[in-house]
Structure formats: C-alpha cells, structure tokens
C-alpha cells in the first residue's frame, strides 16, 4: 500500500528503510516515520545515532563470537564468572535471555548457528573448531549446551558431543522438561517422556 | 526483558531507542537491532540517514499542513489537480490513505488533529482558521470532510460546518455505509440505518 503517490520523496525513503526491518510492514513502518517525525530533532539524532554505532562501534568478541564493544567482551573478562565452565548457544540473542535468567554465571560460546543441511549450514560454517581449542586450552571443566530442542539443535548437539567427549570435559545440556504453565494433556509425548525419565526429588521451597 | 546485564552498552541504547517506536517492545527492538547489525554499513547508514533527513530536511506546507519537502507541497502546486476543492483530514496519514485510493484529484487541508474535549483538544488547536481563509480567499468551490465516523469526527465535522456555513461552498463529507466484505447482521444499526438512507442507485457496472 501507499505505493503510487508520495508527496514527499524522504517519507517514502524512509518509510522503505523502515519496511526492511524483520516483520514491519508499509503500514507500521509508516507510522513509525509518522511518530519520529514529531519528536525533537535530538531525539531522531540520538535514535539514528545508536544505530549507526551500534553497526560502527561493536564487534564479535574474539573468544566467544558474542557482540562486544571492546574485542573481548565483559563477560569474558569477568573475574568474578566462572571460567570453568562455557555454555555454547546459537545466537547473541540465546546468551542475552540466558543472561536475563540471572541463573548461569560461566562464559558463553556463540556457534553463530545450528547444523541446518536444510539450509545448507554444515559444521564449518559454525564456530566449533574455535570452541574445541578454548575447551583444550583454557582449564575447562563443563561444555554446558543450551540449545534449541528441534532437530536441527539434536543434531548440533551430537555432533560437539562426538567432538569433544576426548575432551575430558563434562557435557552437560539444558534440562528438557515441561514448561511452567504447561498442562500435561497438550505435551507431546517425547517430552513427556524425557520429564518422567529425568524425575527429580520435590523440593517444595523451590519446585 | 533483557533488563539486568548487557554485554554491550551500544547493543543495549539501540533497543532503548527502537522500543520508543509505537507497538515496539523490548523483544521486537532487540530482534531490529540484531538485523540491523548483521546488514553491511553502508546499509545501515543509508538506513540511518533516511531517518534524520526525514526530520531535519522536510516541513508541512505552508498551505495544506502536510509534510513535504518543499516550503509547498507537491500536491498543492500540482496544476493537473483540481484547486476548487478541498479535502479536510485529521492527519497526515490520511491524505496519504485518500491518495492511495486512486479516486481523489482536489487539494488537501490536514487538521494536525480532531476537536477531543477529553484530551483537552479544542477548535483553537487545530488549523481551522487557516481553513477558514483558503476557503475564502482561492476561489475554493467545495469543501469535502473525511473525518473518521467517531464521536470526536462527528464533532468536528459539525463544528466546520458551522463555521463555513455562510462561506458560500458546498460542504460534503465522505459517504457511511456498509464496508466492503461486511455482513449486515453484524452492522450496528446506526450504520445501517444511515445506509438506508442514503440509498443509491443501483450500478452494476460499478456496484
């Protein structure tokens, strides 16, 4: 919509830009020009601004992939984290709910994406030989995999499982179970299956 | 979410600064700043710069109140379009929604607003007075509202009528009915009782 006629050309640019955003329509990102229009001008600068940096003045840490602005990023040089111990994820956004959590206080490794032959993303498209040397380098105790349970992430765990499990590291995965909120009657059966394998002692403070 | 820890600070203003767009949340914001980082620079700085020139580089005509980016619009000093009538519309949206239509060659005039005594929104905070003189002054020969069909349009609509009255133009305003795709059992009966009587002759060639 909005196509054929434009009395301004720079609405429409940035109406087109805006578009591009993932799940922004001509609609919403009309009405996002719309609302910047009519902030003060610091206020569009300072929005533009954070996005040029954000693309100019970050980079991926050099040991985790994570996105960092200094070339090793705060959690990796964190002294009060626990070395020992590197939770490998798919994407930055996987450490960032991690991190929310406010339950995991190890480092991270950030594979940059999951074995998808689907889409053609094989290992060696993933950061995995860079994972294998910190686990052998660094004093590693734990690989803690926390990553989707859809095939694709089944598979991706195997395969670090295979590996690394020379390593002489414990391999640990996120616990699969059923969410909170959850009611038993709508969980799959292989979910189900796995929580009543990996049943735990009822802890009523902490359940 | 995503409160307590960031690994990058400049991750962290982008996601401030896009969840202040409309219907943006914290996730949506973060998923914009993830795309963004990972399209080219030069991408990200056009993107970048659409969005301040559209602040800094475009006004509202000085005739109509719409954006452009010239002291007077393009449809204002357009000569194909008809001058003796004038479109009256809450905002800039809406002239953009009437353009799209296909079916509207006349002038605009954008109210910046509608007469809301609950948001404090009187006659004077509007561009009616400004109205009042295009009406006057340019040979004008009808003025057509298209206000939206709310407690707050129908208002404004009566209090324009009252003030050009006497102003020697035909006042018309955009037809209620039926919607395209609506059923009439689910019609509230003001609309329908409206479109009853406003009846029209039947076209099959352009029902």
Redesign the interface.
């Known amino acids: ?11 429409k ?2 109406v ?3 578009s ?5 329509g001509a609609r ?1 990102a ?8 009519k ?1 003060p ?1 610091e206020n ?15 980079n991926y840490c050099k040991v985790c992939n ?4 200094t070339e090793v ?3 990796c040089t964190d002294s009060r984290r626990d070395h020992s111990c590197i939770c490998v994820v798919e ?3 996987d ?3 991690i ?2 959590t ?1 339950q995991y206080n190890g480092l991270y490794h950030v594979l940059g994406g999951i074995i998808s032959p689907m889409d053609g993303i094989g290992p060696s498209d993933l950061s995995i030989s860079r994972l294998k040397e910190r686990v052998e380098s660094e004093g590693v105790e734990e690989v803690f995999m926390a990553l989707s349970t859809t095939m694709e992430g089944e598979t991706t765990a195997y395969y670090l499982y295979k590996i690394l499990k020379n390593s002489n590291v414990r391999i640990s995965t996120i616990a699969r179970g059923i969410g909170f909120g959850d009611e038993l009657e709508y969980t799959d059966e292989v979910t189900l299956g796995r929580s009543i394998q990996n049943r735990q002692p009822f802890d009523p403070m902490n359940k």
């Not at 919509?1 to 609405?11: D, F, G, T, V």
């Not at 591009?20 to 922004?24: D, F, K, R």
């Not at 009309?30 to 910047?36: D, I, Q, T």
Request: charged residues 25%.
């Open positions: 919509m909005y196509k054929e006629r434009w009395p301004s050309q720079l609405l640019n940035t087109e830009e805006l591009s955003l993932p799940g922004v919403s009309l009405r996002f020009a719309l609302h910047l229009l902030q001008e569009v600068e300072r929005f533009s601004n954070s996005i040029i940096r954000l693309k100019r003045d970050t994570m996105i960092s602005d990023c705060q959690i994407s930055i956004r450490v960032l709910s991190e929310n406010m």
